[in-house]
């Protein structure tokens, strides 16, 4: 685990900057001490990657929030948008670069502007943002709990918090174990009946964002105990290997 100050020296990034993602719920530490030191782990950090990478790409805060939790945020994918934009904007900078030389070396005689336009990038950018905002799981997301007043709300909740208080009873457990494993087809169902459909796929990535996310991680200790996040992190990630 790094300290804030730690991560700031490693990845560039301010404390400043780490503070604000953890206040608008872009980045939280996966642990918060009791002298307030924020923790950060490896996973945590993979997640920052993600949004410096897609910072250096213009993309808003609030995008990349939207984005990495999403449902069917797909890491291999994402990673093969932003080479496509990076290299994008590689041979753009390239073109401008032989423009200065050129201009350099006989004047400004050639007046090509082409290197100045961002067309091409800014479309990418674009189709990117609304394939994550379009995926089927965001939509199914959107159209279900549209519609939902607050008892359905307190429902959904509630069965939630039962699920994970059951798991938080196993924690001495195997995650190997058919029991722990009944108990994690139970919350995937859960899901996909309170949310859209949970994939396994979906489930994976929820399972690691359970560990990643220090409020989510927080909230589930919560229901189930100290150590219930990273049990149900374990048995999720067995139960999808298994499946794979």
């Known amino acids: 685990m790094m300290t804030v100050n730690q991560v700031s020296k490693r990845t560039g990034v301010s404390v400043r900057t780490l503070h604000y993602y953890d206040k608008i719920g872009l980045l939280h530490p996966n642990e918060v001490t009791k002298s307030k030191y924020r923790l950060y ?38 990673l093969e948008q932003q080479i496509a934009l990076l290299q994008m904007k590689r041979e753009r900078l390239d073109e401008l670069i032989n423009l200065a030389f050129e201009i350099k070396l006989t004047g400004v005689k050639k007046m090509d502007f082409s290197a100045f336009n961002t067309q091409k990038i800014d479309e990418y950018a674009k189709e990117a943002k609304e394939k994550w905002q379009e995926t089927d799981a965001y939509k199914e997301f959107e159209t279900k709990t549209g519609k939902y007043s607050k008892e359905d709300w307190k429902q959904i909740n509630q069965e939630m918090t039962q699920i994970f208080a059951e798991f938080g009873k196993m924690l001495d457990l195997d995650v190997d174990l058919e029991v722990v494993r009944k108990q994690v087809m139970k919350l995937q169902h859960c899901i996909t009946k309170g949310y859209y459909t949970c994939t396994n796929e979906i489930l994976a990535g929820l399972g690691e964002m359970y560990i990643a996310d220090g409020r989510m991680k927080d909230s589930i200790d919560r229901m189930g105990g100290e150590g219930t996040a990273e049990f149900v992190s374990r048995a999720i990630k067995n139960y999808c290997v298994s499946l794979s």
Not at 46 to 60: C, K, N, V
């Open 41 to 78: 782990d490896d996973t945590a950090l993979e997640r920052l990657q993600q949004i410096l990478l897609f910072r250096e790409l213009q993309f808003s805060l609030k995008e990349i929030k939207q984005i990495i939790d999403s449902p069917g945020f797909d890491k291999k994918k994402a």
